[in-house]
């Protein structure tokens, strides 16, 4: 099954004529991804990325098309715009690829999709992936093999490494999840984990998260319920408090966000928690050699 | 960004806070000339630190030649760092209660929220921490704003004075549209005071503005004082790179911020202490590189470089040719580690296969523990 997408899921991008939208367009497409459409207002009956029709608005885009997911690579002044106009569409599935958008924006944006049945994932994320199925998003497809292990994870390259020793490994990846960076996320751990909790394709689960906000531990009340071994690194232990680190949601402030609450919390759900990534792989494989 | 309290203030009073009515001082005849005209006055440092009182930052002159004494003595003062260039002088304030009102990002509660609390004028941290039911917390509604009927839900649950409710609403409706106009992260009056006869005032203001909205917040623009920022941090923001100074030996660079954050922590791990965080973000190109190469080496407590990239999209070969470009304008002494993997990682290894002083890593942990051998050998 994997979750959220698959060799069916057919996608619009959002901003497909900009050097971003054109070019991960084209890299989704090379993967195999259904790409169906593309928006970029005023370029309606154009076509971009080899052959893919550019529509005004999403609404047209997914009339034409039955696209039923969307990619978003539109610059942050008009992201949330673009986030508000693909849920007004109804899509079930949105990519927010942007970075920097302001914070107050997205709490709005994150609010109205909350109220709906559509979900939004990022601001600022890689995107997803279902290895061998479809990929929404940036991240290099080339390096995730099919499988079994489910993955969340605030990084993007953090995450690409992960996946990589993984693959190396002969652990493949039912589907990799990347919740993004920043402080207020359309998706976060507690969204994720139940839909691979419930998956018959997934047999465990790698949660990469990093300092900054409470999302690990909030997630780990429903860990504590979960059938399936979940393994766990945090970044940024060496992080000093009040510093954002990259990342908008990347900051210890006070008390909150420190990276070992993440860990004790972790620790404290029954997650194993690898100190170096390299031990990734042999935890999950000790894990489902548990079961 | 963070702003000055008289910059906050400035801006609240626009709000319909009520702010009192002071002046920017910048010499102590300007304090005595304030103090003549105001009576008894408060002179504050305007620094952007937090603890400004306990360290002697703000005093109460009873008279000009007490103000023009006090201000001559904070003017200059070093608080945590910072050296004192301006002061706040105010008329002096007779306080019977201080309370804490604020806005902030709620992470948890994925909005905003306000939060009050007749524990005024003390770290609200602190009172978060030994005492949360002082603290009234009221998530807003993106979408709706705060409501009259979730003020009056705060000030009574926070139990507050008749002085301080009846003039909440206009306060908080105030300090909220403030907050959202001006792309806050945070708003904060801590104290609002009541003074022995009945009046409320915004004794001090805190405001926060999301970095993120800085292109829509020209007007604010003036109000930027980088003074109180690492001046490697600042020129890293100059040119948009995402540098964090630390303190240590081993030079970071790295694409995306997670995997950067995690070659700081393997640092920490081979026994090293790592001296910066640099994130050079997704498909950098080459000048980038050169640039957050010569950020990194401006510090000279580095003693080793170290340089992790996993492209996806960013291509290794143009980090390479970044590195080289770096080498021939920059004087770099200090020994190299490199690691580049992904996208051209051929392409890229071969650009520098033989460069004098750069070690090439096969993993990120190699380069972590090559580098933290070369910081302490030196070689």
């Known amino acids: 099954m994997s979750i959220l997408i698959d060799q069916n899921t057919r996608v619009v991008v959002q901003g497909i004529t900009g050097r971003e939208g054109e070019f991960h367009a084209r890299q989704m497409l090379a993967y195999g991804t259904k790409v169906v459409a593309g928006v970029t207002p005023g370029k309606g009956g154009q076509s971009a990325a080899d052959g893919v029709p550019v529509f005004n608005t999403v609404r047209e885009a997914v009339s034409a098309t039955e696209a039923g997911a969307a990619c978003i690579f539109v610059p942050p002044r008009a992201a949330p715009d673009a986030a508000l106009e693909a849920l007004d569409a109804n899509l079930p599935i949105v990519v927010l690829i942007t970075e920097g958008i302001p914070t107050n924006d997205m709490i709005l944006v994150v609010n109205e999709y909350r109220k709906s049945s559509s979900r939004l994932i990022g601001g600022n994320c890689p995107g997803v992936i279902s290895p061998g199925k479809s990929k929404i998003g940036i991240m290099p497809g080339q390096i995730h093999k099919p499988g079994r292990i489910g993955l969340v994870s605030r990084s993007g390259t953090l995450t690409y490494e992960i996946v990589k020793l993984l693959t190396d490994e002969g652990i493949g990846q039912s589907t990799v999840v990347g919740i993004g960076g920043d402080p207020i996320p359309g998706t976060t751990f507690i969204d994720v984990l139940p839909l691979f909790e419930a998956d018959d394709e997934t047999d465990a689960v790698v949660l990469v998260g990093e300092i900054g906000g409470s999302d690990e531990e909030d997630a780990m009340e ?17 992080a000093p408090p009040g510093k954002r680190m990259g ?20 620790n404290a759900a029954g997650v194993r928690v690898a100190d170096t990534i390299r031990d990734i792989p042999g935890f999950v494989r000790e894990a489902l050699d548990r079961k | ?75 200059g003062m070093d608080i945590k760092g910072l050296t004192v260039g301006k002061v706040l002088v105010e008329p002096a304030l007779e306080i019977a209660d201080e309370i804490y009102v604020g806005v902030t990002t709620d992470r948890a509660g994925r909005c905003n929220s306000l939060m009050i609390s007749a524990a005024g004028g003390v770290d609200i941290e602190q009172v978060a921490e030994e005492t949360p039911e002082k603290i009234a917390r009221i998530r ?73 909205a800085e292109f829509r917040q020209s007007a604010l623009e003036k109000y930027k004082d980088t003074s109180a920022d690492d001046p490697l941090e600042a020129k890293a ?24 954050m995690t070659a700081l922590d393997e640092v920490k791990r081979a026994g090293a202490e790592p001296a910066n965080f640099l994130d050079i973000g997704g498909g950098a190109k080459a ?40 080498r021939k304008t920059l004087d770099i002494r200090i020994p190299q580690v490199v690691r580049l993997t992904g996208t051209n990682e051929e392409e890229g290894r071969e650009i520098l296969r033989g460069a004098d002083g750069i070690t090439p890593a096969g993993t990120m942990e190699e380069a972590a523990s090559t580098a933290a051998r070369l910081a302490s050998t030196g070689r």
């Open chain 2, 140 to 212: 807003i509604n993106p979408a709706l704003g705060l409501r009259d009927f979730q003020v009056r839900q705060a000030v009574f649950q926070a139990g507050l004075r008749p002085e301080v409710i009846a003039a909440a609403p206009k306060i908080l409706q105030g300090l909220y549209k403030a907050y959202i106009a001006l792309d806050a992260n945070l708003a904060e009056i801590n104290p609002l005071v009541v003074t022995s006869d009945g009046q409320v005032i915004a004794a001090d203001a805190k405001i926060v503005i999301d970095e993120n």
């Open chain 2, 237 to 260: 923001k100059e040119i948009g790179l995402n540098y964090v100074r630390l303190f240590g030996t081993v030079g970071i660079m790295g694409n995306g911020a997670g995997l950067v």
């Open chain 1, 222 to 238: 429903f860990v504590k319920t979960m059938s399936k071994p979940v393994i766990g690194f945090i970044s940024g232990r060496t």
């Open chain 2, 287 to 326: 000048d980038i590189v050169t640039a957050g190469l010569g950020l990194i080496l401006s510090d000279a407590n580095i003693t080793v470089l170290m340089i992790n990239i996993f492209g996806g999209i960013t291509r290794c070969d143009e980090v390479a040719r970044g590195i080289v470009a770096a």
């Open chain 1, 247 to 266: 990342h908008a949601g990347a900051i210890i402030s006070g008390k909150s966000g420190t990276p070992q609450a993440k860990v004790d919390a972790l």
């Open chain 2, 1 to 75: 960004m963070k702003l000055h309290e008289h910059q906050a203030k400035e801006l609240l009073r626009d709000y319909g806070l009520p702010v009192p009515l002071g002046v920017v001082c910048l010499s102590p005849p300007e304090a005595r000339k304030a103090c003549e005209a105001m009576g008894p006055v408060v002179i504050k440092a305007q620094v952007l630190v937090g603890g400004r009182g306990k360290a002697g930052g703000v005093k109460v002159a009873r008279n000009p030649d007490e103000a023009e004494m006090i201000a001559g003595n904070i003017l």
